[in-house]
């Protein structure tokens, strides 16, 4: 093989293996609980923003627990909205007791104004967010 050839075909195959595209994002799981002076509230909906723009929401159970799938490790901004303090079915039946209603003021709904941050482990798992 002539050493012209020999070179072309040595830098084709460097190049072709730097283009598998950029490497996945890791991803994990979160659970946890978010707090409002010292309460743990137990309707609405907890949001994540990382610095990247990447974007995930979680609803909370009225046990006052919620599950975040899709979460990039590291220090995230977060959102809390209110949910209804209702509990049924439409079609008129109930549902249970109704979760105590907890007043959250309106700033802690957008992550760019909450001043809330939370830290996402590396390996996923526990956090808590206090709302402050």
């Known amino acids: 093989m002539k050493p012209k050839i020999a ?3 040595a830098a084709s195959l460097i190049l072709l293996a730097g283009c598998g595209g950029p490497p996945a994002k890791k991803m994990v799981t979160v659970t946890g609980t978010v707090k409002y002076k010292g309460e743990t509230l ?3 909906v907890v ?3 990382a610095p990247n723009g ?8 009225p046990e006052g627990k919620f599950t975040m799938s899709e979460v990039g490790p590291g220090e995230q901004k977060v959102a809390y909205v209110g949910g209804p ?3 049924g079915s439409s079609d008129g039946t109930a549902g249970g007791v109704a979760p105590k209603a907890i007043s959250v003021p ?5 992550p760019q104004t909450s001043g809330v941050t939370v830290t996402v482990p ?4 526990e ?3 206090e709302l402050k």
């Open 106 to 110: 309106g700033k802690f709904g957008d």
């Open 85 to 87: 303090m209702s509990v």
């Open 54 to 61: 990447d974007f995930a929401a979680a609803a909370i159970t």
């Open 122 to 125: 590396d390996g996923g798992g």
């Open 127 to 129: 956090v808590t967010v």
């Open 7 to 9: 070179a072309l075909l």
């Open 42 to 44: 137990k309707t609405g």
């Open 47 to 49: 949001k994540f923003l």
